[in-house]
């Protein structure tokens, strides 16, 4: 009975069931698109995408019924950055692909081949509704992280999503001191960046070589110099956001992000018009960095309010491999802190999928949409609520992870010794 | 609890014991001897406060609705139904919720203040594994804006610590954070004793293997643990021997005036650690040298020994969900702190984190609902004590502070809503029964540091 049981388990961690046709019925439906959100919504699921949101939906034959009863159910979290999948454990002298120390490679740094599905982490993120995840290297030796990836928390070995999909550069007080100490040189170092990676490959073949990257890092960061892939631009302050966004004035084909922004409330209207997303950590409100002086906790309020694209994760710096989780607090926090709560979810599910250029498949309840759906038992903001079920791709995962098992293993009900 | 089998001896944290050479002190001499760095906190004038109609959860377990707190002269006077205001000015508690103040036990503010920059690195005098010797109240910066953000998140009391580079990283302090302290004695808990940090584990091993010294390993650690209180022990018994006549003092030595202060109970034992087996090893040592442990703190294995913690008396000091950082992390599971709850044990949400300590709140409340859906009963009333009373035990200040009951110091926090949930936020916070926080009214504090920067009000 206990071998069968651990059987059972190891299968439930390493296999869930085969998509299946679902009719979710009578949930408080989170659409994040135009239907807003619907009480007493049906999700129709038949093939892994969504197949139907609405009223009253009738279910096809042979489809498996799940009444929510006036429960939450929304799209899966996307966590707009992480470190999973890139460690097991990131401390300790383990081995952790998030933290790349080389002179030889950085730009060319690929997350996505060094991404591993089967992490524990996985398991213990997507049990609390979040479903995909940006990831990318949180350290280099240089101004370029490297290119990121995005990533499903279903722990199949199809979970990569894309790779090549932003271009991650330090811009801010990190940038600095990895150009010498100094912002003085930060921008003409990038600038000449994107000077060799344009030229690349004719100035690497006719000897000359590049002025600041290596041959492997230009081809890289080609496309993004072109303007073909997301800058995530790592900036805190509002001197550094206004460089970045006059410099996008001057090259308005170049495409970027910020992740960080603490100080961006102050420069929230050129933002706006600027059309720069901002990924933002409503915890931040320390003047702990000098490029944070003005850190305050309603800068996502304040952002939306003015128009931004804003999604949530941690600040740059605090982005680890084990809390993505986390995220769904983080926004909870933005809507104490006077944001609109479909504002705060969306930043959270939707906008980072848009921002990574998934939106048109993930991060919404409509028709074709993918069907990573999460059925809550409470207000999925709120720190109390958990998900009752996690549907990614249409297939209902297992609430089970290692620190499932190890809590089952040491409930006090079965006595401490056993 | 077990019995301690040194007799206490005159060795109170801090108190200069050069003067003991001459003729004996009577007892009026020596408390006219004013302690170095003592206290000089000075509780805000208040005035009579009444609470009228909130939930209150009173620290000590309960819940009670619909209910009255009176505060006066900056005690708390009263909780209970249709309280007399007599005077006092009345604040309408209705829809809110009313808790003892938060206090962490675990907090790094001031010796790891913002701007964290190297100068300000203040809480790790890393350069050799035993610095019992060093005072972290010496490196605490009164201007730390985090000390102002966490009084808006309901903190009034908090325990700092010396960093866990070493085995014996010196002795923390309990502060209350208050706004315009010129200086450290200014924060400091009237009468609170010092505590003495120390650290299990990957992080002495790691900062001093690293440098090719002692420790490197886990048995490096602990043999510096035993060889350190053997050292003190010896300290300790030439003291007692002196002032009962027999033989001069030793010479003043301030790393073993700590660890004998421990010896003899007058400072308590913080102690990082994060696996039971090392937690257990620990216990050990405690025997082998006869001193009590108070805390284990992040205690990430806690709930594997939660038997052991409540036989020994020990206190958990725990994260909500921290975990996979290091390996001796790896095992942290949501459940911790109500596992330990449920097995009877002295539970804390501490934060670790000048970030955290602003919502030690909503870890709790993750704890609580973890734990419920795990299928223990635990109310909202026992889920604060996770964050006043058991924290006021572990600090040894639970006679003045950590509940509502009638004679404590009148730290109050109203909240908006519930506070064991996300949305919830202070509006209100008392300390000694003055108001010092009012979301509505004062709630921007500019430390020192901040003042003038160019994005404060009226300076743009």
């Not at chain 1, 060094?114 to 949180?138: D, L, W």
């Not at chain 2, 014991?17 to 170095?36: G, K």
């Not at chain 2, 009228?52 to 708390?76: H, K, P, Q």
Request: hydrophobic letters at 45%; aromatic letters at 6%.
């Amino acid at each position: 009975m206990r071998v069968l049981s651990a059987l059972l388990i190891a299968a439930a961690l390493a296999a869930p069931a085969a998509a299946e046709t679902v009719l979710i019925r009578d949930g408080r439906v989170v659409t994040n698109g135009a239907a807003g959100t619907i009480e007493g919504g049906d999700v129709l699921i038949v093939d892994g995408r969504v197949s139907a949101v609405g009223a009253d939906i009738a279910a096809p034959r042979g489809a498996r019924i799940v009444e929510a009863n006036g429960r939450y159910v929304t799209p899966g979290a996307f966590a707009a950055m992480s470190e999973i999948g890139l460690s097991e454990i990131s401390g300790s002298g383990a081995p952790n692909d998030a933290d790349l120390d080389s002179d030889d490679i950085s730009a060319a740094a690929d997350a996505s081949r060094a991404f591993n599905p089967q992490v524990t982490a996985v398991a213990v993120t997507r049990m609390e509704g979040v479903t995909h995840a940006a990831i990318a290297p949180s350290s280099t030796d240089t101004i370029f992280g490297g290119r990121g990836a995005l990533v499903s928390m279903s722990g199949e070995p199809d979970s990569l999503l894309r790779g090549n999909a932003f271009m991650v550069v330090e811009l801010g007080e990190t940038g600095a001191n990895r150009v010498g100490g100094s912002r003085a040189a930060l921008w003409p170092a990038f600038e000449a960046a994107l000077r060799d990676a344009r030229e690349y490959p004719n100035r690497y073949r006719s000897g000359q070589g590049g002025a600041v990257l290596s041959e492997l890092d230009a081809a890289a960061l080609q496309p993004f110099a072109r303007g073909q892939g997301l800058f995530l631009v790592h900036i805190e302050s509002a001197a550094d956001i206004r460089r970045l966004i006059r410099f996008k004035r001057d090259n308005p084909a170049l495409r970027f992000a910020i992740h960080g922004g603490a100080e961006a409330w102050q420069v929230a209207d050129d933002l706006a018009r600027a059309q720069i997303p901002v990924i933002v950590d409503p915890l931040s409100n320390l003047p702990d960095r000098f490029e944070r002086l003005s850190a305050r906790l309603d800068n996502a309020a304040l952002l939306d309010r003015a128009g931004v694209t804003v999604a949530i994760a941690p600040a740059p710096g605090t982005v680890d491999a084990h809390q993505a989780r986390l995220v769904l607090q983080l926004a909870g926090n933005a809507v104490a802190n006077g944001m609109e709560w479909d504002a705060a979810f969306a930043a959270v599910s939707r906008t980072p999928a848009e921002i990574f250029g998934v939106g048109t498949t993930l991060g919404r309840l409509e028709r074709n949409y993918q069907a990573d759906i999460v059925i809550w038992d409470g207000d999925p903001l709120q720190v109390t609520s958990a998900p009752d079920a996690v549907f990614i791709e249409g297939v209902e995962q297992p609430l089970v992870s290692r620190q499932t098992l190890l809590r089952d293993r040491y409930h006090p009900s079965r006595g401490q010794r056993q | 609890m077990r019995s301690r089998l040194h007799p206490v001896i005159a060795l109170a944290a801090g108190l200069a014991l050069t003067a003991c050479a001459t003729a004996p002190e009577t007892d009026d001499e020596a408390a006219d001897e004013r302690m170095p760095f003592a206290s000089t906190y000075a509780p805000r004038p208040s005035s009579p406060t009444l609470i009228r109609g909130a939930t209150v959860l009173d620290g000590a377990g309960a819940e009670l609705a619909n209910a009255d707190v009176l505060m006066r002269d900056g005690r708390i006077v009263a909780v209970g139904a249709n309280l007399s205001a007599d005077g006092a000015t009345v604040v309408d508690g209705s829809g809110r919720f009313v808790t003892p103040g938060i206090i962490d036990a675990h907090s790094h503010l001031g010796a790891y203040p913002s701007p964290g920059i190297q100068a300000t690195s203040d809480g790790n005098e890393a350069t050799q594994p035993n610095t019992a010797e060093v005072w972290v109240e010496h490196s605490v910066w009164p201007q730390d804006p985090g000390f102002q953000r966490a009084v808006a998140g309901g903190i009034t009391t908090l325990h700092v610590l010396p960093g866990s580079a070493n085995l014996f990283g010196g002795r923390g302090v309990t502060l209350r954070p208050v706004f315009g302290a010129r200086t450290v004695q200014e924060m400091k808990f009237p009468d609170a004793p010092q505590s003495m940090k120390m650290a299990c584990g990957e992080n002495p091993a790691r900062v001093y293997g690293g440098r090719n010294s002692s420790p490197a390993t886990g048995m490096g650690n602990v043999a510096g643990y035993r060889q350190a209180f053997a050292n003190a022990e010896r300290y300790a018994r030439r003291l007692r021997n002196a002032e009962e006549g027999n033989g001069d003092p030793p010479d003043r030595d301030l790393e073993m005036e700590t660890l004998a202060g421990v010896l003899n109970g007058d400072i308590l034992l913080q102690w990082h650690c994060y696996r039971a087996d090392e937690m257990a090893n620990a216990i050990e040592i405690s025997h082998e040298f006869d001193f009590e442990i108070a805390a284990f703190h992040h205690a990430v294995e806690a709930y594997k020994i939660t038997d052991l913690l409540v036989e020994e008396d020990i206190c958990a000091a725990i994260w909500a969900d921290w975990w996979g950082f290091k390996i001796e992390a790896y095992d942290g599971i949501r459940e911790n702190i109500p596992f330990v709850h449920a097995g009877g044990g002295c539970a804390i949400v501490h934060s670790d984190s000048e970030v955290g300590i602003q919502r030690l709140n909503q870890e709790a409340a993750k704890a609580l609902a973890d734990g419920r859906r795990a299928g223990l009963e635990i109310t909202r009333g026992e889920a604060w004590t996770w964050l006043s009373r058991n924290p006021a035990r572990a600090l040894r200040i639970d006679d003045e502070v950590g509940t509502l009951e009638a004679g404590r110091r009148a730290d109050v926090v109203i909240w908006s809503a519930d506070p064991l949930s996300s949305y919830a936020v202070a509006e209100q916070v008392y300390m000694d029964g003055a108001l010092v926080y009012d979301r509505d009214q004062i709630n921007d504090r500019p430390s020192d540091f901040e003042l003038g920067q160019a994005y404060r009000e009226g300076m743009q």
